[in-house]
């Protein structure tokens, strides 16, 4: 193939070298017009010989393995997964319409995207694999001038509905929560309801008296474990150096929403509160013990006063 790409791009020198000689084109020729018709073609057929050869060396397993090993690092090990798993499925689809991923067409994107929706996932699903996709080829731009993201400006990914928002639940509430789960579950649900973490930060939680440590969206984070979770931790009976250790957050996100789900219908509780709405409580409780935004930002981990602002707006705290 990169012999015939050469020898392609040869023609296509020696044919430029002819037209170069000939006269403005309202003035060519009949033959000269059909000569140039003939150099189109050439030329198209060559860059599509260039372009296959350039694509079939690439090694798509290497280059998928560094793109994931970097999102690892920028990232968390969660979104290292979910791209995983968004290109995994690329893959078997291709596999199965007989289409080498390198040589993706914008059209072969979105019948990708419509394969999934057409599978019954959830919107939200589509468009996180969508998204997750559209990473890698923008990555792979950067590296390949041949490769272009097929997935950039599709209309086939689904759009964000309006999710009717259930509020963030009272203090009793919360208790109530914990003690529906079981002793480690309610050991991490306090961790993130009493000190805001994030359901990911868990498995690598390390405490030394008062103060813990863990990894979380890609940051090191660290601060005191406030009495109250650590007497949870504690009653269950787990290690301070690894409470957490080898927890699923996706597991642990499940079955509290499986607990609370009986809760609400049982009415104990007044929304189907998610996992995370256990850190969106510690997030406005801190926040409204002195309106300090410059607190609330570091206490949550987040890298701007920014997104702390836009973060209790959205949780109807904030002016």
Request: hydrophobic share 45%.
């Amino acid at each position: 193939m990169n012999e015939l790409a050469a020898r392609a791009g040869q023609d296509i020198k020696d044919m430029a070298a002819v037209l170069a000689a000939y006269p403005a084109p309202d003035k060519w020729t009949k033959e000269q017009k059909a000569q140039a018709v003939r150099f189109a073609a050439l030329l198209d057929t060559a860059q599509k010989m260039i372009a296959a050869a350039s694509l079939a060396g690439i090694d798509y397993g290497t280059e998928k393995e560094t793109f994931l090993n970097n999102a690892g690092k920028t990232n968390s090990a969660h979104t290292r997964t979910g791209y995983a798993a968004a290109l995994g499925k690329l893959e078997a689809w291709a596999a199965r319409q007989g289409i080498n991923i390198m040589e993706l067409s914008p059209a072969r994107a979105d019948d990708f995207i419509y394969s999934l929706k057409a599978s019954g996932a959830a919107p939200a699903t589509v468009r996180l694999a969508a998204a997750a996709c559209s990473s890698f080829f923008t990555w792979m731009e950067r590296r390949h001038a041949v490769i272009k993201n097929p997935f950039r400006g599709t209309r086939a990914r689904p759009g964000k509905q309006a999710v009717k928002k259930t509020g963030i639940p009272a203090a009793g509430e919360v208790k109530k929560i914990i003690d529906a789960l079981s002793p480690r579950e309610a050991a991490a649900a306090a961790v993130m309801a009493y000190r805001g973490l994030r359901a990911g930060a868990l498995p690598g939680l390390s405490i030394t008296g008062k103060k813990f440590s863990s990894h979380s969206k890609g940051k090191d984070i660290s601060g005191t474990m406030p009495p109250e979770a650590l007497a949870k931790i504690k009653a269950a009976a787990l290690p301070l150096r690894g409470p957490f250790a080898g927890m699923l957050p996706n597991t642990l996100e499940k079955r509290m929403a499986r607990a609370i789900e009986k809760m609400y219908k049982t009415g104990r509780v007044q929304a189907r509160y998610s996992a995370h709405d256990l850190r969106h409580f510690y997030a406005v409780t801190e926040y409204r013990k002195s309106k300090d935004i410059h607190r609330v930002c570091h206490l949550l981990g987040h890298a701007s006063i920014q997104v702390t602002e836009t973060y209790l707006k959205g949780l109807g705290e904030a002016d």
